[in-house]
């Protein structure tokens, strides 16, 4: 039957038809828009292609590149002591676990894991552990700022704070750090920096419940995140999902436990999983990480005694700088390590650490230089961004801003 047009004094019937018919052609055909790469959700320069029937996503396409670096190419260029610097502006929310990726896979290359004095261990462990926080509290106050509360927010930065305020006391640096060395430590910490990570660990736990209350029990933040994303174990899986994002499907891995380094085999410590693979199992994993990082610190503080932070080899030991300012042996041997740099033998190695965002690897191929020959990073966010179109399809365009979210990525490891 004929569709009856309604009465138009400024249109002809020809006018009309051809509006209908130019609405019944875009009401049939879904649209595609752009999100990004300058959106605030989006958490950096990715853009996201989204095909939507009304608001409902048909299919999402990550595009990336808009920030990319080259940096493991630039890493091919520079001396392995160098390419810490570099380490550092990949993950900038997870600069210590990056360095001790990168330099623990260097350590492999040159034989040298089993020779790391016990204190370098555990202060890596420390500082590495007290990273895992403050990287999550920019997590927690983005998601929650994403998703429309803005006190959470101020308040992890608060947090945040205290701990950039230790790494300013040890080495200067509160983002880019690049503290951890090849063979151990630049130098030992400061004698009060012991006293100031207990302090934070007094006072953190009442921080982590205050953000339970106030985000927890909230039903708006429920309804956001209850039952959308949902990703099952199976999926996660074939994905290759690590970190929070795997663990929020039920899968129990976690680099720490089941292919230890510094020491995790020594330390207690639960690995937390959720069950139900959405955006408010994912929040509720990293939640709990905060706690078992902050039991990992209170361990490591309790463990330190004093001793060497440096490996005592030939291949990469420096001497200590009051030496060398009196013996200018020590002085041409300082310049000839830190300024040529050092030889590692022939080989290929591969060194993963449990990152604040999953498996963070390093793979490197030496040809005997004091360049790496070959440099390959596994980015964490990378790989879990790839399962967005997954997690995102059948849901609202909204729902893809909480999603994000709960992945936890950071272009600059995504475009290293």
Known sequence: MSKV????????????????????????????????????????????????DGETVVKTIPDIGYLHTGMEKIMEYKKYQQNIVITDRMDYLNPMGNNLGYIMCVEKLLGITDEIPERA???????????RIASHMVWLGTHALDIGAMSVFFYCFREREKILNIYEAICGGRMTVSFFRVGGLPYDIPEFVPKMVRDFCDGFPSAVDEYETLLAGNKIFQ??????????????????????????????????????????????????????????????????ELR???????????????????????????????????????????FLLAGLGFEVPPGEAYHAIEGSKGELGFYIVSDGSERPYRVHVRGPSFVNLQALPSMAQGYLIADVVAIIGSLDIVLGEIDR
């Not at 261990?121 to 990273?131: F, G, H, P, S, Y």
Request: include cysteine.
């Open 223 to 288: 309804s956001r995140t209850r039952g959308v994303g949902v990703i099952s174990a199976e999926d996660a899986i074939q994905w290759a999902l690590t970190g929070p994002s795997l663990r929020g499907s039920g899968i129990d891995f976690d680099v720490r436990r089941y292919d230890p380094y510094c020491g995790y085999e020594t330390y207690d410590f639960d690995v937390p999983t959720e069950l139900d693979g959405d955006v408010w199992a994912r929040f509720r994993v990293r939640m709990r």
């Open 121 to 131: 261990k555990v202060i890596r462990v420390m500082l590495t552990e007290l990273q």
């Open 5 to 52: 047009l309604e009465y138009s004094p400024t249109k002809t019937i020809e006018q009309q038809l051809r509006e209908e018919r130019f609405r019944d052609e875009v009401l049939d055909h879904n649209i595609t828009v752009s999100m990004g790469p300058q959106h605030p959700s989006t958490h950096g320069v990715l853009r996201l292609e989204i095909e939507l």
């Open 292 to 334: 078992e990082s902050l039991k990992i610190v209170r361990q490591a503080v309790d463990r330190l005694k004093p001793g060497s932070v440096k490996v005592d080899s030939p291949k990469i030991a420096l001497p200590e700088r009051e030496i060398m300012k009196s013996q200018m042996d020590a002085l041409i041997h300082h």
